[in-house]
């Protein structure tokens, strides 16, 4: 038997091999295909049992097999297994698209919508029906059919110019290189930045150091390098990259124009008046206008913090660092430069000194303590097979009743995805069994690239790899702890996308509590818990520059808001332009003219981000709004670790996943709408 197709039941890692995948997946796509076939002929029943339980069904078995094939691929990107994921990623992308495009699916769906059985259904059963249809919609299913091929054409194209787009920012990054033989450029350069430039120089067979625009290579060249004339240049090809200026073949100058006008035909086809109003339709924020408003009460809030730090910074760049006595005198390559000496006269420590406070065992012990005290579960080893050694894997348990178990892959590998991230193995749900129904326990993988142990000593985790850790077990928990009995919205499926970081982002409050770092830090060697002096040094670094970060991220985002939501490209205003205005707005800082940032901004020309990069503040608005609870009922339990709150944030938030709109979950929390008010104080912009 292939053991990609043995289900339900965990992954058989100890019995999967990359030749499995080809036939097991091949299989499973034959089977939905035919069960498709069946469902949508006029016989079937457009009903929930004899039509969208069996295609769930199907689906989930793809999904499991496929899950699995790409989670290897992940965490063991081996040429075997990458050439048999690559292999079928086509198939299966391929048969995605034929769904999306099954308009006898469509003609289903709407019957059940439209039937009498649809009142009787449950909430979270109706809500998948509705989602379902609307990504029908919006993937043009409605139209006329003489539209048809016209909209397919704009997909297709949109498609390759964002590729595109992001081909030429790489062409571009790739092609520039800083070669340094004069060793004295280097100063302030830490060490390990420059034996990686020594490495880049040998590998291209030349003598001394080469530094690229890569961000491992740009940003710590940025941020010390002394020499400024070195700054100033790698800072002119950063910011210049895909422009008008370099090779006309990398430009993006064409590729944002007509990106622009396609989507807009798009949204108009749908009906829609712009595009930023179709890219809202699946998300929380209600219209174009909504965020706008929200993204400016904001920058109106950071102003005067954002003003504050431009004003410390120039001072103590003048002062300290020479450069120019007078306004203009900060260049934008100075910026980062200028702030990193500014925050180590100011918070003198180090990311290293904190580490030794960090080491993994008790980190952990930490995190699940916090997870155990919230929600009232206990956490224990549990047995599987696993991918690779160092894998440990958990189950979670209340009152002795098993709710979900996870993987942990903490350490970096050389055939690991960078980054961290929480992915699902299994989804909570009901299945009909021999007994009659039960439920499907989830699980899920919990992946991160931290450092390893090194001889016999635990590892040692940064201060932003415990944020990190605690962020990605916030994913894992909402996909763990979900009460759904219904599979496309149980967990995180079919939660909104700007709603989605909720529950991650809250988690990292924790790390920032004194009382829960105090339980969870021991110094490796002296076994002294995190002194508080430190913690303080720390929380107060926190906030450096806030104000000015989150003029930069509105900046960002009311960019592409506006770009897609008001911006004519057939009037006389350019893209540019629209860019320089939104800046005399909002921005305290203003990058020089030949700045070409629309050029690089990939999250919107080469990625899913259009009209949607506003998501990463709303989130975060969401969770310090939730989180402020804890803080507010902690002065009275005298403790965050409230089960009371933990549990009401279980059951309205976590446990309802995509099962009600995110704003109706918020608010049943909450007792309220969401407020600004906890993001801005936790980044110290209002007094507490
Ligand atoms: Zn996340």
Redesign the pocket.
């Known amino acids: 038997m292939n053991p990609l197709l043995i289900f339900p039941g965990l992954p058989r890692f100890d019995a999967i091999q990359p030749e499995h995948v080809a036939p097991a997946i091949g299989q499973l796509i034959a089977e939905n295909r035919s069960l498709i076939e069946r469902l949508t002929a006029a016989e079937t029943p457009a009903t929930w049992k004899d039509f969208l339980a069996p295609m769930t069904d199907a689906g989930e078995r793809l999904a499991y097999a496929w899950g699995i094939v790409g989670h290897l691929h992940s965490v063991n990107d081996v040429p075997a297994w990458r050439e048999a994921y690559n292999a079928m990623l086509p198939e299966v992308s391929r048969f995605h698209a034929e769904i999306g495009q099954n308009l006898a699916l469509f003609a289903k769906f709407k019957t059940l919508r439209e039937s009498p059985e649809y009142a009787l259904l449950t909430s979270a059963q109706r809500r998948i029906i509705d989602n379902d249809i609307r990504d029908f919609r919006l993937s043009g299913a409605e139209l006329p059919d003489e539209q048809k091929p016209r909209f397919q054409e704009i997909q297709e194209e949109l498609a390759a110019l964002s590729a595109k787009f992001s081909e030429n920012l790489l062409d571009a990054t790739n092609a520039y290189g800083e070669w340094i033989e004069d060793e004295s450029l280097l100063t302030g350069i830490p060490k390990d930045a420059c034996q990686a430039a020594r490495e880049a120089a040998e590998k291209d067979g030349k003598p001394g150091w080469k530094f690229t625009l890569h961000a491992p290579s740009y940003l710590p060249l940025m941020q010390y390098a002394a020499n400024r004339d070195l700054r100033a240049r790698m800072y002119r090809a950063y910011a210049t990259r895909a422009a008008e200026f370099g090779k006309p073949k990398w430009d993006n100058s064409p590729l944002i124009d007509r990106l622009l006008r396609l989507r807009a035909e798009e949204a108009r086809m749908l009906g829609y008046a712009t595009f930023a109003e179709v890219s809202l339709v699946p998300k929380m924020a209600e219209s174009p206008a909504q965020v706008a408003a929200f993204l400016r009460e904001m920058a109106a809030k950071a102003r005067p913090f954002a003003e504050k730090d431009v004003a410390e910074l120039r001072a103590f760049a003048s002062s300290e660092l020479s450069l120019g006595d007078d306004a203009s005198g900060l260049e934008s390559w100075d910026i980062a430069y200028a702030s990193e000496k500014l925050k180590l006269a100011r918070y003198a420590f180090s990311d290293d000194e904190v580490k030794q406070y960090f080491p993994e065992p008790q980190v952990l012990a930490g995190l699940f303590r916090v997870i155990e005290a919230l929600f009232g579960v206990r956490i224990e080893t549990d047995i599987a097979p696993a991918w690779h050694p160092d894998v440990r894997f958990f189950r979670i348990t209340r009152e002795g009743k098993l709710i979900g178990q996870f993987y942990l892959d903490l350490y970096a590998r050389e055939t690991k995805r960078g980054g961290a991230w929480m992915d699902e193995a299994i989804t909570r749900r009901k299945v009909a069994d021999k007994h009659g129904e039960s439920i499907q326990t989830p699980v899920a993988y919990l992946n991160c690239n931290f450092s390893g142990p090194v001889g016999n000593r635990p590892a040692l985790f940064t201060h932003d790899d415990v944020i990190t850790l605690f ?2 077990c916030g ?1 894992g928990l909402h996909h763990l702890l979900t009460q759904v009995d219904e599979l496309a919205v149980s967990g995180i499926h079919g939660v909104e996308w700007d709603a989605v ?1 909720l529950p ?2 809250f988690m990292e409050n924790f790390c920032w509590e004194w009382e829960v770092l105090q339980g969870m830090t021991r110094h490796v060697d002296s076994d002294e818990p995190l002194p508080r002096a430190l913690f303080n040094k720390m929380l107060a670094a926190k906030n450096f520059q806030s104000g000015m970060q989150m003029l930069r991220q509105i900046e960002f985002s009311l960019f592409d808001l506006t770009l897609h939501h008001e911006f004519d490209p057939n009037a006389n205003k350019s893209v540019l332009q629209l860019l320089d205005e939104i800046r005399r707005e909002v921005a305290v800082i203003v990058p020089p003219e030949w700045n070409r940032f629309p050029h690089s901004f990939s999250h919107i020309f080469g990625g899913g981000y259009a009209a949607g990069y506003y998501s990463y503040k709303w989130a975060e608005v969401l969770s310090a709004d939730v989180y402020e609870v804890f803080e507010e009922n902690a002065r009275t339990s005298g403790s965050v670790l409230d089960p009371v709150t933990g549990d009401k944030y279980w059951r309205e938030i976590l446990s309802v996943g995509g099962s009600r709109p995110a704003l109706e979950s918020f608010s049943a929390f909450r007792g309220r709408e969401p407020r600004v008010d906890a993001l801005l104080r936790h980044n110290g912009m209002i007094a507490s």
């Open positions: 962020h990605e994913h970081e991650s982002q």
